[in-house]
């Protein structure tokens, strides 16, 4: 479903972008932190670097 958040770290599912982040910062605080600086608006994935993030728009979402 489009509407999933997906944790990048353990690949946990989410019904909404806060119960992702929730866990993230309680179950991976270090890679929520440093992977915290790009998100994706469509699925929540996040990315180290805006070209990361537009890479994955592109192959992703074909935006
Ligand atoms: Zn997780
Ligand atoms: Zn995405």
Redesign the pocket.
């Known amino acids: 479903m489009a509407s999933d958040f997906v ?1 990048p ?2 690949g ?1 599912r989410f019904s909404t972008e806060m119960a992702m982040r929730e ?2 910062m309680s ?2 605080p270090k890679a929520a932190m440093k992977a915290g600086d790009f998100d994706c608006k469509v699925c929540g994935q996040r990315f180290h670097s805006e070209a990361e993030l537009k890479e994955h728009m592109a192959k992703a979402h074909h935006k």
């Open positions: 944790c770290e353990c946990a866990h993230e179950m991976h």
